[in-house]
């Protein structure tokens, strides 16, 4: 295969090896993340194109591509960032890296959901600023979260790797979504409900659904004042699922207790709100930011693109 691959950022060596020994003929960009000129610019004569969630693959990148794109492999489970009308209109495939990164981005979101309800953050920056004096009562004290109820929205993958994670903390599990998922109703004894009960009875809420136009701003202030004063919000989907603004408000009154949040609503820019407040813990997008999982993304997502160029079927499309 001699094609030209346009690869938009730096991955993982494993995905580059199996561009290169396909033989295509493989551009990787540097700049982190590239300027859009450059994209464009770069993009020129590509039939495959690995992108990742922070380049916009639309009517304009396709068009500088030309007519020789065949496929878009984005490095990522999400794809709101590819412009699935643009791709169907002129023929290119759509991929994605789904099942890959699952436990690893549940890892994540556990890990934020701990930290933000034992306040590691707060308690953290006290300690390395030489602050911290004694043992204390009182000190730094937060909800259990054993034994609690987690209420998940989106019980896909990603979703159930956090459920079984929270049945290992004995939690309870609640979920909204679109679909019943019976397997983790059995296995999890996972209860299904409205959302507004969900927020309303949760001591956890997790957010584990793709951001589309049905769920942009699912979380705003309507949602955040039905949730509990004690109740503790997490976010490892993608950040306009939350009103960052609403958020920031409801977490400087107190009426939730805290939050974690990976994903922003307009990345890498953080709510300058939510950067003043001590009780939300704040992580840069690194849900599947494991060794051991980006390697994997990053030769799934170059093992379609070698797939379509190949004429055979991708292994996760996209399907739009
Ligand atoms: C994903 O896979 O969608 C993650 O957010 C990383 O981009």
Do not use: C
């Amino acid at each position: 295969m001699t094609g030209k691959i346009l690869v938009t950022r730096e991955i993982p060596e494993a995905g580059l090896r199996v561009l290169d020994e396909a033989g295509f003929d493989v551009t990787v960009l540097s700049e982190a993340p590239p300027a859009r000129e450059k994209l464009l610019e770069a993009a020129q004569g590509a039939e495959g194109v690995l992108s990742t969630v922070t380049e916009t693959v639309d009517d304009e990148f396709m068009d500088a591509a030309g007519d020789g794109l065949k496929v878009v492999s984005n490095m990522a489970v999400g794809y709101d960032n590819v412009d699935l009308g643009a791709a169907k209109k002129r023929g290119v495939v759509v991929t994605n890296t789904p099942g890959v990164l699952d436990e690893t981005t549940a890892d994540v979101a556990f890990m934020l959901l701990l930290a933000a309800a034992r306040r590691l953050g707060e308690a953290e920056r006290v300690l390395r600023a030489g602050r911290w004096e004694w043992w204390g009562p009182k000190l730094f004290m937060g909800p259990d979260v054993w034994g609690k109820r987690i209420g998940i929205i989106g019980l896909g993958r990603i979703g159930q790797a956090v459920a079984r994670r929270a049945w290992g903390f004995g939690m309870e599990i609640v979920y909204h979504n679109r679909s019943r998922k019976e397997e983790a109703e059995k296995g999890l004894g996972a209860r299904r409900m409205e959302l507004n009960e969900l927020l309303e009875t949760s001591d956890f809420v997790s957010i584990h659904t793709p951001l589309t136009e049905d769920t942009h701003h699912l979380i705003g202030a309507e949602e955040l004042e039905k949730m509990k004063p004690r109740a503790v919000l997490v976010n490892t989907s993608r950040g306009p699922v939350v009103d960052e603004a609403a958020l920031a408000g409801a977490l400087a009154a107190g009426s939730i207790f805290a939050a974690g949040l990976d994903v922003y609503e307009e990345e890498p820019r953080v709510h300058p709100k939510l950067l003043e407040l001590e009780n939300v813990v704040l992580a840069p997008h690194i849900g599947s930011g494991s060794i051991e999982t980006r390697d994997k993304m990053a030769v799934l997502a170059a093992e379609n693109i070698r797939a379509v160029l190949g004429g055979e079927p991708p292994k996760s499309p996209v399907e739009g």
